[in-house]
């Protein structure tokens, strides 16, 4: 990676992508679903009107196609009652036809996700979020767990640019989400990462990044990580997602960045994520057919 020389005020960012990597494990996906002799179902379950959650089922949908995994979206609108949405997920999870469950989160106004998620089997949660999994993450039993693709990815990404040993490495995160924020502090910590743990509202945010290795931002609020918060040390990576106005994807940070790296949005975490969530998949078939896993 580029560093900025002494007395140089240009300065060069590298841009961190998650195509490559994502290559990389949907090579590994494919063989591992050829040595199948059917097709894995994943179904994917809407009740909300979010852009970014729209964006992320046509990204599912469109990778299942190419790897020839059965996918269903089963959308129960803005009007779904708590207990439709409950009784959704048991229904999907008793199925052994479906081997794969995604909430789509966030829920329309007035549905409880932590109360919904309890209903998904464990071993059928591809995005890694139920209780079960995460009292797993955060036990630090993560060969027994299926993990959050998004903080997998992240983990994946900062690996890339500070090296398979993160020990004694320091992260900022900004965004406690239980879809990100939480689950990644805990995997960082079970690496042996020191974090920080920030959120939209923290104070003088400059100061509390300054010492950090890395800066992690997912709040879903576009341009909240600008430049007077980073040093060119830094490597961040953007997991926020935000739909404008004309349907324009753009994350939470401020694009090009002066800082070591960055990942991009979209082409960063987005599409190793999308690859992680399906070698859950794989893994989830596995779980459920008494198969060993690694």
């Given at each position: 990676?580029?560093?900025?020389?002494?007395?140089?005020n240009?300065?060069?960012?590298?841009?961190?992508?998650?195509?490559?990597?994502?290559?990389?494990?949907?090579?590994?996906?494919?063989?591992?679903?050829a040595?199948w002799d059917?097709?894995?179902?994943?179904?994917s379950?809407?009740?909300?009107?979010?852009?970014?959650?729209?964006v992320?089922?046509?990204?599912?949908?469109?990778r299942?196609?190419?790897?020839?995994?059965e996918f269903s979206l089963?959308g129960?609108?803005?009007?779904?009652?708590q207990?439709?949405?409950e009784?959704?997920?048991?229904?999907?999870?008793?199925?052994?036809s479906?081997?794969?469950?995604?909430l789509?989160?966030?829920l329309?106004?007035?549905?409880?996700?932590?109360?919904?998620?309890?209903?998904?089997?464990?071993?059928?949660?591809?995005?890694?979020?139920?209780?079960?999994n995460l009292?797993l993450?955060?036990?630090?039993?993560?060969s027994?767990?299926?993990?959050p693709?998004?903080?997998r990815?992240?983990r994946f990404?900062?690996?890339?640019?500070?090296?398979?040993?993160?020990?004694?490495?320091?992260v900022?995160?900004?965004g406690p989400?239980r879809t990100?924020?939480?689950?990644?502090t805990?995997?960082?910590?079970n690496?042996g990462?020191?974090?920080?743990l920030?959120?939209?509202?923290?104070?003088?945010?400059?100061?509390?990044?300054?010492?950090?290795?890395?800066?992690v931002?997912a709040?879903?609020?576009?341009?909240?990580?600008?430049a007077?918060?980073?040093?060119?040390?830094h490597?961040?990576?953007?997991?926020?997602?935000n739909?404008?106005?004309?349907?324009?994807?753009?994350g939470d940070?401020?694009?090009?960045?002066?800082?070591r790296?960055?990942?991009p949005?979209?082409?960063g975490?987005?599409p190793?994520?999308?690859?992680l969530m399906?070698q859950?998949?794989?893994?989830?078939?596995?779980?459920?057919?008494?198969?060993a896993?690694?």
């Amino acid at each position: 990676m580029e560093q900025q020389q002494d007395g140089d005020n240009s300065f060069s960012p590298s841009p961190l992508l998650g195509k490559p990597l994502a290559a990389e494990v949907t090579s590994g996906v494919r063989s591992a679903l050829a040595q199948w002799d059917f097709r894995p179902h994943l179904v994917s379950v809407l009740a909300s009107d979010d852009g970014a959650s729209r964006v992320y089922v046509d990204s599912k949908a469109r990778r299942a196609g190419r790897l020839g995994v059965e996918f269903s979206l089963r959308g129960l609108g803005t009007g779904a009652t708590q207990q439709e949405l409950e009784a959704t997920l048991r229904e999907l999870s008793a199925d052994q036809s479906v081997h794969g469950v995604v909430l789509e989160l966030p829920l329309a106004r007035g549905l409880d996700a932590d109360a919904a998620l309890v209903h998904i089997a464990p071993r059928k949660d591809v995005e890694g979020l139920t209780p079960a999994n995460l009292a797993l993450i955060a036990a630090g039993r993560e060969s027994e767990a299926l993990l959050p693709p998004t903080p997998r990815s992240v983990r994946f990404l900062l690996r890339r640019v500070l090296g398979d040993d993160l020990r004694g490495l320091r992260v900022a995160v900004i965004g406690p989400g239980r879809t990100v924020g939480r689950p990644l502090t805990f995997m960082l910590n079970n690496r042996g990462v020191t974090v920080t743990l920030c959120n939209e509202h923290t104070r003088e945010l400059a100061g509390v990044l300054a010492p950090q290795d890395a800066v992690v931002v997912a709040v879903g609020r576009a341009g909240l990580l600008r430049a007077e918060h980073v040093l060119p040390h830094h490597v961040v990576i953007d997991a926020g997602i935000n739909v404008q106005d004309g349907g324009q994807m753009v994350g939470d940070a401020v694009p090009d960045l002066p800082v070591r790296a960055q990942t991009p949005v979209p082409g960063g975490v987005g599409p190793l994520t999308g690859a992680l969530m399906y070698q859950n998949l794989v893994r989830a078939v596995k779980l459920q057919r008494g198969e060993a896993v690694e």
